[in-house]
Structures are given as C-alpha cells and as structure tokens.
C-alpha cells in the first residue's frame, strides 16, 4: 500500500507560479513510477510529468508537450515528498492535479489539488 498527500493548490493569475508537493508513505520501495495528472472540468485526467524505473530517485522523466519549459518536477527522497513547480502558469493548465504512483500494474492516488489560473 502506499499512501499519496497532495498540497499547494491554489488560485493564481496568469503568468504566475505554483508549488505542488505530493508526500509519499507506506511500500515507497516498491514504487517504480511516479508522477503527476491533471483533470480539467469535463476532461479526461491527462499526464503531465512521469518519472519512471524507481520509486522516488527516479530515472527518466517525461513532461506533457503543453508544459514542456513551465513546469519541472523534483524529489526529496530524505521526506520522501515529490514536487511540481508550475511556472508561467496559463488558465488552460485549470484543473485538479493527482499525484500517481504505480507499484507493478496497481496505480495509487492521492486526494487531488485544486489550480485555478485566472486569466
């Protein structure tokens, strides 16, 4: 079992900066890919950053097209906590982001953060 938190949602305008944690407990070890979804109102839940081969250290990372150069994704294996910091944010990157963790075929979720961009 492992256990996801998310935080740092929030309302900012455009052009801003948001900081997401996502703090990780439970079968860390066991985890081989992580990393961050959103779902805008009336979509489907998207992937905006994978890291893969590796519980938290993590190997190879992937960004969604759309947030290539805004958004970069980082980990803090000592608190066991991963971070998405979202700059030059655009009102399109409304939505509630998830963390994900995947151990084998079994995905894990966190409660969800709310970020609303304002134009």
């Known amino acids: 079992q492992v256990q996801l938190v998310e935080s740092g949602g929030g309302l900012v305008q455009a052009g801003g900066s948001l900081r997401l944690s996502c703090a990780a407990s439970?079968?860390?070890?066991?985890?081989?890919?992580i990393g961050w979804y959103r779902q805008a109102q009336g979509k489907q839940r998207e992937l905006v950053v994978s890291i893969t081969s590796g519980s938290m250290s993590g190997s190879m990372t992937n960004y969604l097209d759309s947030v290539k150069g805004r958004f970069t994704v980082s980990r803090d294996i000592i608190k066991n906590t991963m971070y998405l910091q979202m700059n030059s944010l655009k009102p399109e990157d409304t939505a509630v982001y998830y963390c994900n963790a995947k151990v084998g075929t079994q995905d894990y979720w966190g409660q969800g953060t709310q970020v609303t961009v304002s134009s």
């Open positions: 439970g079968s860390i070890f066991s985890i081989n890919a």
